[in-house]
């Protein structure tokens, strides 16, 4: 079984290459947003995969609060691995995984990788570039391979890379929680009222009103899903995302 959370598509895509790889089922994190429980009952044999994207040097509070309820019911142990997609850097990510699921499953994830690829960020990171991103794919390729046959193999290992000191895990959340908050959105007149954003919103954080998408929460999870899927590009968050462009896997 592979859990996954994707804004833009590149946790989807790791995710689904390694469902094809190992024909693990594949399903998204989002399917258990209301669910008190997430019973994971895997088959003799197969492993529990979790694929995340890495927001502000940790994880997004979607998937934080999925791991908390994630409870694995199976003899013995399945073999357990934690994916982490980045930008720049890691973070400490993977502490906070372990932290986690220390406290929830009373065990550690027997490997934890990590796959560089664009980073979505774009109130910072430049992604008006074609050429650039696929790039990093095409690099993002090979360390998907090369983590296939680590999980095949049955390796136990942290081999996420990149990693930031671990002060950085006392960051995290007063950094993120600043980041998530739904005022530095705006729309511009280019909307065309599709409802898009609303109708894909994983934090259902925005309605339509009078044919134009209103942010109703004060926090969302900061995945820029609605920027970056946004037909008509009018939703912008703080001053530059408009020049770093939109990016989806392709």
């Given at each position: 079984m592979i859990y996954y959370f994707s804004a833009t598509g590149n946790s989807r895509y790791v995710a689904e290459t390694l469902s094809r790889y190992f024909h693990d089922p594949c399903v998204s994190i989002e399917d258990f947003a209301d669910v008190e429980s997430v019973d994971c009952y895997p088959a003799p044999g197969e492993s529990v995969g979790i694929v995340s994207p890495t927001y502000a040097w940790g994880l997004p509070v979607n998937v934080r609060e999925f791991l908390e309820k994630l409870v694995i019911k199976a003899p013995g142990q399945p073999y357990l691995y934690f994916v982490a997609t980045y930008g720049k850097i890691s973070g400490t990510v993977d502490l906070e995984v372990i932290r986690i699921l220390k406290k929830t499953i009373r065990r550690s994830p027997d490997a934890l990788f990590g796959v560089k690829m664009p980073d979505t960020w774009t109130p910072i990171f430049d992604l008006s570039s074609r050429a650039k991103t696929d790039k990093i794919n095409s690099a993002a390729d090979k360390q998907i391979h090369d983590m296939t046959e680590l999980i095949r193999a049955g390796k136990e290992r942290n081999y996420i890379k990149n990693k930031a000191?671990?002060?950085?895990?006392?960051?995290?959340?007063?950094?993120?929680?600043?980041?998530?908050?739904?005022?530095?959105?705006?729309?511009?007149?280019?909307?065309?009222?599709?409802?898009?954003?609303?109708?894909?919103?994983?934090?259902?954080?925005?309605?339509?009103?009078?044919?134009?998408?209103?942010?109703?929460?004060?926090?969302?999870?900061?995945?820029?899903?609605?920027?970056?899927?946004?037909?008509?590009?009018?939703?912008?968050?703080?001053?530059?995302?408009?020049?770093?462009?939109?990016?989806?896997?392709k």
């Amino acid at each position: 079984m592979i859990y996954y959370f994707s804004a833009t598509g590149n946790s989807r895509y790791v995710a689904e290459t390694l469902s094809r790889y190992f024909h693990d089922p594949c399903v998204s994190i989002e399917d258990f947003a209301d669910v008190e429980s997430v019973d994971c009952y895997p088959a003799p044999g197969e492993s529990v995969g979790i694929v995340s994207p890495t927001y502000a040097w940790g994880l997004p509070v979607n998937v934080r609060e999925f791991l908390e309820k994630l409870v694995i019911k199976a003899p013995g142990q399945p073999y357990l691995y934690f994916v982490a997609t980045y930008g720049k850097i890691s973070g400490t990510v993977d502490l906070e995984v372990i932290r986690i699921l220390k406290k929830t499953i009373r065990r550690s994830p027997d490997a934890l990788f990590g796959v560089k690829m664009p980073d979505t960020w774009t109130p910072i990171f430049d992604l008006s570039s074609r050429a650039k991103t696929d790039k990093i794919n095409s690099a993002a390729d090979k360390q998907i391979h090369d983590m296939t046959e680590l999980i095949r193999a049955g390796k136990e290992r942290n081999y996420i890379k990149n990693k930031a000191p671990e002060l950085f895990s006392f960051v995290h959340k007063p950094v993120y929680n600043h980041l998530r908050q739904t005022k530095y959105f705006h729309v511009e007149e280019s909307c065309i009222g599709c409802g898009q954003c609303a109708k894909n919103c994983p934090a259902h954080a925005i309605e339509m009103k009078d044919g134009h998408p209103v942010w109703v929460k004060d926090r969302c999870i900061a995945c820029l899903r609605c920027l970056h899927h946004c037909p008509e590009f009018a939703i912008q968050y703080g001053t530059h995302t408009k020049k770093h462009g939109q990016y989806a896997h392709k």
